[in-house]
T-cell receptor, first 116, second 112 residues
C-alpha cells in the first residue's frame, strides 16, 4: 500500500529556535499534501493545504509566517515551525493525496514536537 | 477550524458487545471516512464511503454513508480488546481542495 513517511518522529527544541518536519510520499507522487496539528486528547485540526509548486493555503487562524510550508517536489512537503514556543508543542501529522487512486489520502505516522 | 459532530465522545463497554458511533454535519460531503488512531501514531483508515446510501463492511466493522450526505455511522460487532482506541469520522468536502475534516473522535474503552 501507499506509504507516507514523516521525519523526525520526535523532536525537542529550545524556545525561540526553528524546527523543520518533513513529509514524504514514498511510492507515489502527491501534488497535494495536508498538515494537521493534534493536541493531547483532541482531534486533528487542519492547518494548511500544501500544493506542489505553489503557495500553501492556510486555514483560518493559522499564522503562515510562523508555520512555513514548502512543497518543492512531488514527493516532499516540509513544515517549519519558526521561533517555536512551548505552546507550539504538539503532534503534527501530514497526509498526502494519491491522485492515481481516486484522490485517496494517506497519513504519515506523525511528529511529536516538544518546545522547552 | 471546521469540524464534524461525532458522538459519543467516549464509550465503556464489555468485551463481546457491539459498538455504534455516528457523525453529523451541516455540510454535504462527497466522501465519508472512518479512521482509528492509536496513541502516538497517525490515523489509520478503516473504511471509506463514496456514495450516499453506501453500506460497507471491513471484517467486524460496518459503516454507512447517509442518504442526505450529511451523516455516517460506524458499527463494530463483537468487540475485542484490540478495538480499544480513538475512532475518528472524517468528511472530504466537495470543491474544497479535497481536504479532510475530522470529527472530535470517540474514545472506546473495553472493560475486563
Amino acid at each position: 500500500g501507499a506509504v507516507v513517511s514523516q521525519h523526525p518522529s520526535r523532536v525537542i527544541c529550545k524556545s525561540g529556535t526553528s524546527v523543520k518536519i518533513e513529509c514524504r510520499s514514498l511510492d507515489f507522487q502527491a501534488t497535494t499534501m495536508f498538515w494537521y496539528r493534534q493536541f493531547p486528547k483532541q482531534s486533528l485540526m487542519l492547518m494548511a493545504t500544501s500544493n506542489e509548486g505553489s503557495k500553501a493555503t492556510y486555514e483560518q487562524g493559522v499564522e503562515k509566517d510562523k508555520f512555513l510550508i514548502n512543497h518543492a517536489s512531488l514527493t516532499l512537503s516540509t513544515l517549519t515551525v519558526t521561533s517555536a514556543h512551548p505552546e507550539d508543542s504538539s503532534f503534527y501529522i501530514c497526509s498526502a493525496m494519491r491522485t492515481a487512486s481516486g484522490n485517496t489520502i494517506y497519513f504519515g505516522e506523525g511528529s511529536w514536537l516538544t518546545v522547552v | 477550524g471546521q469540524q464534524l459532530n461525532q458522538s459519543p465522545q467516549s464509550m465503556f463497554i464489555q468485551e463481546g458487545e457491539d459498538v455504534s458511533m455516528n457523525c453529523t454535519s451541516s455540510s454535504i460531503f462527497n466522501t465519508w471516512l472512518w479512521y482509528k488512531q492509536e496513541p502516538g501514531e497517525g490515523p489509520v483508515l478503516l473504511i471509506a464511503l463514496y456514495k450516499a446510501g453506501e453500506l460497507t463492511s471491513n471484517g467486524r466493522l460496518t459503516a454507512q454513508f447517509g442518504i442526505t450526505r450529511k451523516d455516517s455511522f460506524l458499527n463494530i460487532s463483537a468487540s475485542i480488546p484490540s478495538d480499544v482506541g480513538i475512532y475518528f469520522c472524517a468528511g472530504q468536502q466537495v470543491n474544497r481542495d479535497d481536504k479532510i475534516i475530522f470529527g472530535k473522535g470517540t474514545r472506546l474503552h473495553i472493560l475486563p
